[in-house]
């Protein structure tokens, strides 16, 4: 199984410079943060759940540039409604990348719903133009590589193992200071 580090730093293994990365809560943007930080990336520090309806706003606004949302199952049910609205939208730049790990595992292993419900299942149902299951880490770079020219909304759904040190340390920059990074780079032309 995958450890959702390692999926983490796979997936940005495939990110240009000028594309934007939109991380959820916990974990997920620590982790983020620690390994791939860059002014690119839009580290959410609450506001659970709103990672992608945040992606799919930049994706809407800016065209040209890939977006990539990074969030966990969990992440992903609470706001479900999001899934369906990124299809009818069909924003052609949206990869969409949801850690599986079948539990809240910022808060404690709290199991998820994502056991018995298949959200990449939602996403082709609601009319995603590719929707992948990944088991193992090897996977991620030929998916990322084989769709970089494919039309999204793209899901990549990877599940990973409860396995994360919460020793990574707590993304430093503040609010103020993730705006105006980001919104720099959402600007910058290349
Ligand atoms: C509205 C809201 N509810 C709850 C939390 C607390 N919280 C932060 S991260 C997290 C778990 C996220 O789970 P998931 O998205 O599956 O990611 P994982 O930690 O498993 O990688 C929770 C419950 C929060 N920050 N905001």
Do not use: W
């Amino acid at each position: 199984m995958i450890r959702r580090s390692d999926a983490i730093i796979k997936v940005m293994e495939s990110v240009d410079e000028e594309d934007l990365v939109v991380s959820t809560t916990g974990m997920i943007s620590r982790e983020l943060f620690y390994n791939a930080d860059r002014p690119a990336n839009f580290y959410m520090l609450g506001s659970m759940g709103l990672a992608s309806s945040l992606g799919l706003g930049l994706c809407l606004k800016n065209p040209m540039k890939k977006v990539f949302i990074l969030e966990g199952d969990g992440s992903s049910l609470m706001s479900l409604g999001a899934i369906p609205l990124i299809s009818a939208c069909h924003p052609n730049n949206l990869i969409h990348v949801i850690f599986d790990n079948q539990c809240y595992e910022s808060t404690g292993g709290q199991p998820s719903i994502s056991v018995d419900v298949d959200i990449s299942e939602i996403a082709r149902a609601s009319g995603y133009n590719v929707t992948c299951r990944i088991t193992a880490l090897e996977e991620i770079d030929h998916a990322l590589y084989e769709y970089q020219n494919v039309d999204g909304p793209i899901l990549l759904l990877i599940e990973c193992n409860h396995e994360s040190s919460h020793d990574v340390p707590r993304v430093s920059h503040t609010p103020v200071a993730i705006r105006d990074m980001f919104k720099g780079a959402f600007n910058q032309t290349y």
